[in-house]
């Protein structure tokens, strides 16, 4: 029997994450916005609406929680979950701390419950395959990473929610930069040396547009990340360097354009590298995989990947780089 969700936050990514739920399977959606949880409810067709996350969490018949809300109320929400002893998936950062993870980590022990955060670029089809190459070694080691991300905000973007540090715990590096660097993560583990700078160019907000990273392995393997909100032109670039060929992952869909993987493998006598190209027109899926990985992580349950370490690891690295670059947003 497939488990009862609730949605708490009935905002775009609410709705992105109802369309992933197996028929009947929404018990309830939850939003501050009652219209916004009743319009959740609707077309689902089950489950009640309300503006009280307290009856989510009380509601015995609830099994999981999806939690999409802003960023400085995921923690939150995510700890009540778990002392009822609800699954949760987390939309990304997960926290606005790493202090708030590791409260997170200790009481999701204590609960025996799963929880998944929301990195759900790892689920696109072109990084499912190029993680497929990289596992099946024709990349040979790998020496770097280099990866942009960025958008161009709209009229008034400095005045939404993200732009307040109260609500976001930062700009651009903890809106698209913890994505980034979850990926640079999956491929090249964990980073000895975090060295970089946030600052913000263009808009007139207190938290960064732009964040520039250099993030090192004790091995020596680095990954160079920019993100931007100042990008003007959506852009997803992610290239992967191995000793014996490149992967180059560009496009999300949409405003970022096709998605595309192409592989760039050396030949014996160097020159110009065999290539391959794919592209994935098909559109955006990977939301829809990731809630078929957490159903696993329920059903069997294994630890998710990625998990809380992993939300951990890239605030980790957002809160290095907003204190090496004067930004204190979290106490």
């Known amino acids: 029997m497939s488990p009862r969700f609730a949605i708490v936050g009935g905002g775009v990514i609410g709705q992105k994450r109802l369309t992933t739920l197996p028929p009947g399977a929404l018990a309830a ?21 309300t503006t009280d996350a307290a009856r989510v969490f009380a509601d015995p018949q609830i ?30 950062p997960g926290a606005i701390s790493t202090a708030e993870v590791d409260e997170l980590i200790a009481e999701a022990r204590t609960a025996d419950v799963r929880v998944r955060v929301g990195f759900n670029h790892r689920f696109h089809p072109a ?35 993200r732009a307040d540090p109260r609500l976001s715990g930062g700009g651009e590096l903890i809106d698209q930069g913890v994505h980034l660097i979850d990926l640079a993560g999956w491929f090249l583990g964990d980073f000895a040396s975090i060295e970089g700078h946030a600052t913000t160019c263009f808009w007139d907000m207190p938290v960064d547009d732009n964040a520039f990273l250099n ?78 990985e957490f159903l696993t992580d329920i059903r069997t349950g294994r630890e998710p990947q990625p998990g809380l370490p992993a939300a951990r690891a890239a605030l980790a690295v957002v809160e290095r780089i907003h204190a090496s670059s004067g930004y204190h947003f979290t106490p």
């Open 29 to 49: 959606a939850c939003d501050l916005d009652l219209a916004r949880a009743e319009r959740i409810v609707a077309v689902a067709q089950s489950g009640y609406a």
């Open 63 to 92: 099994d999981a929680v999806i939690i999409c809300t802003l960023n400085s109320a995921l923690a939150p929400l995510a700890l009540a979950a778990i002392r009822a002893g609800q699954h949760v998936l987390v939309e990304k």
């Open 127 to 161: 990084l499912q395959q190029a993680r497929s190459i990289f596992e099946s070694g024709a990349l040979g080691p790998l020496m770097f990473i280099r990866g942009r991300y960025g958008h161009g905000g709209r009229v008034g973007y400095d005045r939404e929610w």
């Open 215 to 292: 993030l090192r392995t004790a091995a020596g393997q680095t990954a160079w990340l920019h993100v931007s909100c100042t990008e003007w032109k959506n852009l997803f670039s992610l290239e992967i360097y191995g000793r014996n060929g490149k992967l180059h992952i560009e496009g999300l869909g949409g405003s970022y354009g096709v998605e595309r993987l192409t592989f760039y493998q050396m030949l014996p006598a160097m020159g110009p590298p065999e290539t391959t190209a794919w592209e994935y027109p098909r559109g955006d899926d990977s939301w829809r995989c990731e809630l078929a």
